[in-house]
């Protein structure tokens, strides 16, 4: 009795996991290929003492991201300007974007996924910053998020919200 129940329980595993590998391999989204967006970055830094104020943090950035783990994973880097502290300065950096979850209908395919964003970057004004946040990817063409970053050299957060449009041309594989 024990042998048939281990049969079992094997047989419905291996039909799950081929059900389920073969679902992400239709997934649309973090296809293979190259991404470019321009992000507009809007927030605050804070130190979180009532003798800090809260600064207005605002910028403009390129991130080009390559898709390393179809479906799954994109690596890529920061590069752009920020105003903060009533100063123009220079930031860059490494990212990763892992995809959480795919919106989609049930006859029209996916509309959106869901990220978790982790990135770090170093800037021209000292600023040495690791965090992450989430994104939201709205027909491979939009992107929004929020993202919390902590600045280990000036001893502050910055919170911010982005939004991102996609600047180079998906080929038509991709769209399909």
């Known amino acids: 009795m024990p042998l048939k129940r281990i049969l079992l329980v094997c047989a419905l595993f291996s039909i799950l996991s081929n059900s389920i590998y073969a679902q992400s391999n ?28 809260d600064l207005y943090v605002g910028g403009l950035a390129l991130n080009p991201q390559m898709t390393v783990v179809e479906n799954v994973l994109r690596l890529g880097a920061n590069a752009g300007l920020a105003f903060n502290n009533k100063k123009m300065s220079g930031l860059f950096g490494p990212m990763a974007a892992l995809k959480l979850k795919t919106f989609d209908t049930k006859y029209m395919g996916s509309y959106a996924n869901l990220h978790l964003i982790a990135e770090a970057n170093w800037g021209t004004d000292k600023q040495k910053m690791a965090g992450g946040g989430l994104g939201v ?18 001893n502050n957060w910055w919170f911010q919200t982005f939004v991102g449009i996609k600047l180079n041309k998906s080929k038509k594989s991709d769209d399909e």
């Open 137 to 154: 990817e709205i027909f491979k063409k939009l992107h929004i998020g929020i993202t919390a970053q902590r600045d280990y050299s000036l």
């Open 26 to 53: 239709d997934d649309p989204e973090f296809t293979k290929g190259f991404v470019l967006l321009l992000k507009l970055n809007n927030g605050l830094s804070t130190g979180f003492k009532s003798n800090t104020p």
